[in-house]
Nanobody, 120 residues
Framework: QVQLVESGGGLVQPGGSLRLSCAASGSIFNIYAMGWYRQAPGKQRELVATVPSGGSTTYTDSVKGRFTVSRDNAKNTVFLQMNSLKPEDTAVYYC??????????????WGQGTQVTVSS
């Protein structure tokens, strides 16, 4: 089983910044991709950004130029640097990791979520 532990959420004023972190642990053999999703009240969960092991990062249009996703492969950790935050960025942010166990069985795991609130 893979555990994802997120940190870094909180309350910030519009225009401010936050940095989210997510560390994966468990019997991991390989992580194909890590990323962030978010879910605002009354809305469906949506992709924010992903970073595969060997490819280009992907961002939803609304965060391009403001958010940056990165990975530390050695530590199985993914980060989300969020700048110029807007009230519409308010949501619960979830970390996601897809990969394979040492047994080569695949996994698709989620973190518990961290609240990001952008408000004056």
């Amino acid at each position: 089983q893979v555990q994802l532990v997120e940190s870094g959420g909180g309350l910030v004023q519009p225009g401010g910044s936050l940095r989210l972190s997510c560390a994966a642990s468990g019997s991991i053999f390989n992580i194909y991709a890590m990323g962030w999703y978010r879910q605002a009240p009354g809305k469906q969960r949506e992709l924010v950004a992903t970073v595969p092991s060997g490819g280009s990062t992907t961002y939803t249009d609304s965060v391009k130029g403001r958010f940056t996703v990165s990975r530390d492969n050695a530590k199985n950790t993914v980060f989300l640097q969020m700048n110029s935050l807007k009230p519409e960025d308010t949501a619960v942010y979830y970390c996601n990791a897809r990969g394979s166990y040492i047994s080569l069985r695949e996994f698709d795991s989620w973190g518990q979520g961290t609240q990001v609130t952008v408000s004056s």
